[in-house]
């Protein structure tokens, strides 16, 4: 099965994000992560369309941004133009899903969605045709290096389940407390897509070989 592992540039030095993102690059990861945070949604603030812009002139990997916003629909644009390549929204967060996919849709971005742990599956029996991504976050968000919640692995199954009975090709993304310790048991539930901040900028031995361990185990060379 094909992998992805996308670290998470909210535990980047943002001294130096240029070359964190060169570093990820190199170290050969496939999509660079971009957690925006509102102050709403979640009780954190972080980047918006300016940090994306300025991510894009600083690597060519796509960049898969992550909207932790209530009613992100009027953003939507201008993070498109900034450069992300993929748009994930959460359930919770929309009140017109639907119609917010499919603005994402018309502007030439992959259309993702995104559910609290506290979310079940069945939120997304209506709309998963129409996303490319499903990301189940895997601890509450709104920050970096917090515990993995293992009930979520449930969810994962049933996502999966869903993405086979339907035969779609959907990424199915893991975010949160993602590591050495819990990637083996996210990926055998059914994840193919992995987010990590924490366990891949602040690993002991470096980003380099953290994302070989991840390789590792998933067993890929
Ligand atoms: C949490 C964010 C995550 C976060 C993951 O709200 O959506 O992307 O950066 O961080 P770790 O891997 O440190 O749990
Ligand atoms: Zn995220």
Redesign the pocket.
């Known amino acids: 099965m094909k992998t992805v592992i996308a670290p998470?540039i909210?535990s980047a030095n943002f001294e130096q994000l240029g070359k964190d993102l060169q570093a990820c690059e190199q170290a050969g990861a496939d999509w660079i992560?971009v957690?925006v945070m509102d102050g709403h949604f979640v009780p954190n603030i972080t980047f918006g369309p300016l940090i994306v812009e300025a991510c894009k002139r600083a690597t060519s990997l796509p960049l898969d941004v992550?909207l932790?916003v209530n009613e992100p629909a009027h953003l939507l644009e201008a993070f498109a133009k900034a450069g992300a390549d993929r748009l994930t929204v959460h359930v919770e967060a929309c009140t017109h899903l639907d119609r917010t996919l499919q603005l994402i849709r018309s502007l030439g971005v992959k259309p993702g969605i995104s559910l609290n742990p506290a979310t079940p599956a069945s939120q997304l029996r209506e709309v998963i045709d129409q996303a490319d991504l499903v990301?189940v976050?895997t601890v509450n968000?709104g920050f970096g290096g917090q515990s993995f919640l293992p009930y979520t692995l449930r969810k994962i199954s049933e996502i999966r389940g869903m993405i086979c009975d339907r035969n779609l090709e959907t990424w199915l993304q893991v975010?949160?407390g993602v590591s050495e310790k819990t990637l083996s048991s996210v990926y055998s539930a059914g994840a193919d897509a992995f987010?990590a901040g924490n366990a891949l900028f602040n690993h002991p031995s470096g980003l380099a070989a953290a994302i070989k361990g991840f390789r590792d185990i998933l067993g890929e060379k």
């Open positions: 998470s909210l992560h957690d992550h932790m990301l976050m968000p975010d949160g987010v």
